[in-house]
């Protein structure tokens, strides 16, 4: 797959901090209930903490219970990559930024009562999270 943004694994390392980048392009997952923005709760725009693409809107949170921040839909459809990951003995579905091919988190069916029935389950430390300026 071609990214827009598109680095080497050198270049990625001096621009991440260790926890990011194994987060973002390695695929780790923080642990449960320890991302700054899970309980993040002002409007605003949630974008990739590698390349700044934006991602998510803050109207589409929600909580999921989960310990991960979580959304039920993304900013466009085609600003997340959804890929297959049959790792772990199980079959989830990747969410990867659409700009930079970094790792999100996993996205699930089962976002009861949201409007799309999905669950975009994201690791914090792949968010970069800006509120909206009041005016």
Same mark, same amino acid.
Request: glycine fraction near 10%; charge should be negative; hydrophobic fraction near 30%.
């Given at each position: 797959?071609?990214?827009?943004?598109?680095?080497?694994?050198?270049?990625?390392?001096?621009?991440?901090?260790?926890?990011?980048?194994?987060?973002?392009?390695?695929?780790?997952?923080?642990?449960?209930?320890?991302?700054?923005?899970?309980?993040?709760?002002?409007?605003?725009?949630? /974008?990739?903490?590698? #390349?700044? @693409?934006?991602?998510?809107?803050? +109207?589409?949170? !929600?909580?999921? %219970?989960? *310990?991960? $921040?979580?959304?039920?839909?993304?900013?466009?459809?085609?600003?997340?990559?959804?890929?297959?990951?049959?790792?772990?003995?199980?079959?989830? /579905?990747?969410?990867? #930024?659409? @700009?930079?091919?970094?790792?999100? +988190?996993?996205? !699930?069916?089962? %976002?009861? *009562?949201? $409007?799309?029935?999905?669950?975009?389950?994201?690791?914090?430390?792949?968010?970069?999270?800006?509120?909206?300026?009041?005016?």
């Amino acid at each position: 797959m071609s990214y827009s943004v598109d680095k080497t694994p050198e270049q990625w390392r001096e621009q991440l901090d260790p926890d990011r980048f194994a987060v973002l392009r390695q695929a780790a997952t923080e642990r449960a209930w320890t991302g700054e923005l899970l309980d993040e709760s002002r409007a605003g725009l949630y /974008t990739c903490g590698a #390349c700044g @693409a934006e991602l998510f809107r803050s +109207g589409t949170k !929600f909580d999921s %219970g989960c *310990g991960w $921040p979580s959304f039920y839909e993304s900013v466009r459809p085609e600003a997340v990559e959804l890929i297959e990951d049959d790792s772990l003995g199980m079959v989830r /579905t990747e969410v990867r #930024c659409a @700009a930079c091919g970094s790792h999100l +988190g996993h996205v !699930f069916p089962d %976002g009861f *009562g949201t $409007p799309t029935g999905d669950r975009y389950c994201m690791n914090s430390l792949a968010l970069e999270f800006t509120p909206e300026t009041e005016e």
